[in-house]
């Protein structure tokens, strides 16, 4: 089991990408092959976004903002889309956390 | 080299190559080919095979050369994809050193040109070229050889050279010779006592093929994975999703030198140009028997309906 799994994102989170993994563009979407496992993710257009926000280390709070106005969608919508898809990322352990929570 | 030797063009794998070596395989040309030229030359290389950081004992890296020994064959050396040196050993077989070259060393020199290879072997099927590719055994050349006899054009043998222009995949001719087991020859009624063995690979005969070789680049309209199930029967199904990219990495020519060439992320975002409009198939058979005419109804069943689409 992750231990990952146990932690809890806030939109004060800051988290950052982990090294080792090479994304790319596939008709608008992105997709990503981790080098170490071999293991391939799509992570689509919207995570595409998200997993480009996270290059530097940067707060969920941001992200959402970010998302707010490139998809014209409510706060609430894209605060809540980006914790459930950082959380997801973490989970694989494709970022990591620098502050929490 | 000296002005005696003579340099010969031939044409193979979209280049022209100006080789010192004699490649009798090979048609002749004078023309640049689509993707440039290539020369091979007889040079030493201890020296530099002594400098040259290594990967393995045999196979050494630098940023654009990469090199390998063969021993008792020849120190080879491929630059910036435009250049391949050859060192034989003392006594080398000729026949081995031309394996070398128009095998590995090709390989590397299409990766150096930023240009996909795949491992298997191409044809025509519904003027369109389409990829047979699977593991040493999975039947790649038996059922290419059925097909050929079915009428079908060989685009290429062995390295699949695949040129993307604006996501679109095009399948580039490799030269007009297939090598083929033993076994393969029996099941297709060959006499392999007329074909030449290759050199090392008693059981392995080079077949030429000059009447059944498709010569210009065709668009790649999709790939077929060959696979052996041991108690299955022949049977087709697509590859979807991620697993699409998964197989072209699996499936691409000399793969084991994409990181120490540092060359995966090119590779992968290649890959992700246009795998969204390549269709995919596993095409599984029984391990006993000869099947290639049901895995060749079952390719057929597969790409003709979309013919038919189009057509409407």
Request: glycine letters at 8%; hydrophobic letters at 40%; charged letters at 20%.
């Amino acid at each position: 089991m992750n231990m990952n799994i146990t932690e809890v994102l806030s939109l004060d989170s800051v988290l950052v990408q982990r090294e080792g993994n090479i994304a790319s563009d596939m008709d608008g979407e992105k997709v990503m092959l981790n080098v170490k496992n071999g293991k391939y993710y799509n992570l689509g257009e919207v995570g595409g976004v998200i997993w480009e926000a996270l290059a530097s280390p940067v707060s969920l709070r941001q992200i959402a903002g970010k998302m707010q106005d490139i998809f014209e969608v409510p706060a609430e919508l894209a605060q809540q889309d980006v914790i459930d898809f950082v959380q997801n990322l973490l989970n694989e352990d494709l970022v990591s956390i620098v502050s929490g929570p | 080299m000296a002005g005696t030797v003579q340099c010969h063009g031939y044409k193979a794998f979209g280049l022209q190559i100006l080789s010192e070596f004699a490649l009798p395989e090979l048609p002749r040309t004078d023309q640049p080919g689509r993707i440039g030229s290539l020369s091979v030359v007889e040079g030493r290389l201890s020296e530099r095979w002594e400098a040259i950081s290594k990967i393995t004992p045999n196979l050494g890296i630098a940023e654009h050369e990469v090199m390998f020994m063969v021993k008792g064959t020849a120190i080879f050396s491929i630059q910036n994809g435009s250049t391949i040196t050859v060192s034989p050993a003392a006594g080398a077989d000729p026949d081995s050193i031309r394996l070398f070259i128009l095998g590995s060393c090709m390989g590397v020199v299409l990766m150096q040109k930023g240009i996909l290879a795949l491992h298997g072997s191409s044809l025509v099927l519904d003027n369109k070229a389409y990829a047979l590719v699977g593991r040493s055994g999975a039947g790649k050349s038996t059922l290419a050889s059925y097909l050929m006899d079915q009428g079908h054009l060989l685009v290429s043998d062995d390295v699949i050279p695949v040129l993307v222009h604006n996501g679109h995949p095009l399948a580039v001719p490799g030269y007009p010779q297939q090598k083929l087991w033993q076994q393969s020859l029996d099941y297709l009624g060959m006499n392999s006592s007329a074909y030449r063995p290759l050199f090392q690979r008693e059981t392995k005969f080079a077949v030429p093929v000059h009447d059944r070789f498709q010569s210009e680049p065709l668009p790649l309209a999709g790939i077929f994975e060959l696979s052996v199930v041991q108690d299955g029967q022949v049977a087709v199904e697509a590859i979807s999703g991620l697993d699409r990219l998964h197989t072209l990495y699996n499936h691409t020519y000399q793969k084991a030198l994409v990181d120490p060439m540092g060359v995966r992320e090119w590779h992968f975002g290649l890959l992700a140009s246009f795998v969204n409009r390549l269709p995919m198939y596993r095409l599984t058979r029984p391990e006993q028997g000869f099947s290639a005419p049901q895995q060749t109804e079952k390719i057929m069943e597969t790409i003709m309906p979309k013919v038919k689409e189009m057509n409407l």
